[in-house]
């Protein structure tokens, strides 16, 4: 069976720090991946997906970038935090028209 | 612009009960969409899906339906239960073959026991 994989469970990190949050889906090959972001209160807005390695697509425009340097591996990324990066990430791959979500990850930068 | 809507923020039901959770979009080229359940602090978890060539789909306790017209759809949940309590979240697609979701921004079920 397909399962995903997220990581950090939670993490803070300070203004102007780096980020990298990694994503692994097992069980399935050549996914679509996704990371998406919900504010607090907000619904879930998607920020990039893959559909192949080496192929992102960016949703909005913003300080994260994503990379996906192997078939299964998608990660987020950051060179300088800012405040309003604070949310819960989540990476989700799809399958027959249906998306599955990782635990997701609460970030905090103070 | 939100193209998928949830009008209702949060919803209380009496434990026993149906709840009906609503979801309107404004896309007619969206011809699938899904249901979400989520925790506070965990992923969604996918509840139940419908393709626009159906209007309704059953799984157990839940039940989509899908009024193209209206470009609206509700997921009924027959009979509620406290563990049922959680922010549900419906999600539209068109045809890309990226499978690229659009969320509303979730309706916050309490079943009441």
């Known amino acids: 069976s397909q399962t995903i994989h997220q990581w950090p469970a939670t993490l803070v990190q300070p203004v102007g720090s780096p980020l990298s949050l990694e994503c692994t889906v097992e069980?399935?090959?050549?996914?679509?991946l996704y990371w998406y972001r919900q504010a607090a209160g907000r619904g879930l807005q998607l920020l990039f997906y893959s559909v192949g390695i080496g192929q992102i697509s960016s949703e909005v425009p913003q300080n994260l970038s994503a990379s996906r340097p192997q078939d299964r591996q998608f990660i987020l990324s950051s060179k300088k935090l800012l405040l309003s990066d604070s949310g819960f990430y989540l990476c989700?791959?799809?399958?027959?028209?249906?998306?599955?979500f990782g635990a997701g990850t609460r970030l905090s930068v103070l | 612009d939100q193209q998928v809507k949830q009008n209702s923020p949060s919803l209380s039901v009496q434990e026993g009960r149906i709840s009906i959770l609503n979801c309107d979009y404004t896309n007619s080229m969206f011809d699938y969409f899904l249901w979400y359940k989520k925790y506070p602090a965990e992923g969604p978890t996918f509840l139940i899906s419908i393709s626009s060539i159906k209007d309704k789909n059953e799984d157990g306790r839940f039940t989509v339906f899908l009024n193209k017209s209206a470009k609206h759809l509700s997921l009924h949940i027959v009979p509620s239960q406290p563990g049922d309590s959680a922010v549900y979240f419906c999600?539209?697609?068109?045809?890309?073959?990226?499978?690229?979701?659009?969320f509303g921004t979730g309706t916050r079920l309490k079943v009441l026991a």
């Open positions: 989700a791959w799809s399958g027959k028209n249906i998306q599955y």
């Open positions: 069980g399935t090959s050549n996914p679509n």
């Open positions: 999600a539209a697609s068109g045809h890309s073959g990226t499978y690229k979701y659009i």
